[in-house]
C-alpha cells in the first residue's frame, strides 16, 4: 500500500539552527499539507499546496517558516532559525482530490522536532 | 468551519461497542462530518465521513442525527489496538481545511 514518505523520523537540534524537514506524497497525489502538532494538542495546519502553488499558508510563521513543492511533486519544510517552542511533531499528508473538496487525507508517521 | 466538541476521554472494554460522541451545533449545510484516530506516535489515520446519512465502512459506522448537529462513531468490537485519540472535524467540500480539536482519547481496557 502506498504511503505518505517522510524524513527524518526524528531531529534535534539547538535553537537558532536551521533544519529541514521533506515528504514525498502518495504518487498521483495533487494536494499536499503540512501540520504540526506539539505534545498534547491536535495537528494543526501550517501550509497547503495544490501541485506547486501555496493555497494556503496563513498560519505558517513566515519569518522563520518556508515551505516549497518546486515540481508538485515533493515538498521541504524549513525553519530557520529554531526556537524552543517549535519542539513538536511535523506531519505531511496528501490527498487525491482537487481544489473545491475536502477528502480523505493521508498522513506520513511525522517528522519529531526537539530543539535544545 | 464549524467547530466541534468533543469529551477528553472515554473508556471501553474490549469487545464490546465504543460509542464516541460529538457536537456541532453549528455545522452549515455542505459540511461534512469526518473521523480520524491518531495511534500514538504515528500520524493521523482517516476513519469514515458523511454529510447526512449514516454511513458504515470496514472500521466503523458513523450515526448522524436528522439535525445534523451531533454525530456519534461506533465502533462495534473494540480491540486493545483501538486506542488512540480519535478526532471529529467538519469541514465544508469548497476547499474547506481540516481542523484538528483536542479529540477523545479512547482507552480500552481487557
Known amino acids: 500500500e502506498a504511503e505518505v514518505a517522510q524524513s527524518p523520523r526524528y531531529k534535534i537540534t539547538e535553537k537558532s539552527q536551521a533544519v529541514a524537514f521533506w515528504c514525498d506524497p502518495i504518487?498521483?497525489?495533487?494536494?499536499l499539507y503540512w501540520y504540526r502538532q506539539i505534545l498534547g494538542q491536535g495537528p494543526e495546519l501550517l501550509v497547503q499546496?495544490?501541485?506547486?502553488?501555496?493555497?494556503?499558508d496563513s498560519q505558517l510563521p513566515k519569518d522563520r517558516f518556508s515551505a516549497e513543492r518546486l515540481k508538485g511533486v515533493d515538498s521541504t519544510l524549513k525553519i530557520q532559525p529554531a526556537e524552543l517552542g517549535d519542539s513538536a511533531m511535523y506531519l505531511c499528508?496528501?490527498?487525491?482530490?482537487?481544489?473545491?473538496?475536502?477528502?480523505?487525507?493521508?498522513f506520513g508517521e511525522g517528522s519529531r522536532l526537539t530543539v535544545l | 468551519d464549524a467547530k466541534t466538541t468533543q469529551p477528553p476521554s472515554m473508556d471501553c472494554a474490549e469487545g464490546r461497542a465504543a460509542n464516541l460522541p460529538c457536537n456541532h451545533s453549528?455545522?452549515?449545510?455542505?459540511?461534512?462530518v469526518y473521523w480520524y484516530r491518531q495511534i500514538h506516535s504515528q500520524g493521523p489515520q482517516y476513519i469514515i465521513h458523511?454529510?447526512?446519512n449514516n454511513e458504515t465502512n470496514e472500521m466503523a459506522s458513523l450515526i448522524i442525527t436528522e439535525d445534523r448537529k451531533s454525530s456519534t462513531l461506533i465502533l462495534p468490537h473494540a480491540t486493545l489496538r483501538d486506542t488512540a485519540v480519535y478526532y471529529c472535524?467538519?469541514?465544508?467540500?469548497?476547499?474547506?481545511?481540516?481542523?484538528f480539536g483536542q479529540g477523545t482519547e479512547l482507552s480500552v481496557k481487557p
Open positions: 499528508a496528501s490527498s487525491p482530490v482537487m481544489r473545491g473538496y475536502t477528502g480523505e487525507l493521508f
Open positions: 504518487s498521483g497525489h495533487a494536494t
Open positions: 499546496f495544490q501541485d506547486e502553488s501555496v493555497v494556503d
Open positions: 453549528t455545522i452549515s449545510g455542505n459540511e461534512y
Open positions: 458523511g454529510l447526512k
Open positions: 472535524i467538519v469541514a465544508n467540500n469548497q476547499g474547506g481545511k481540516l481542523i
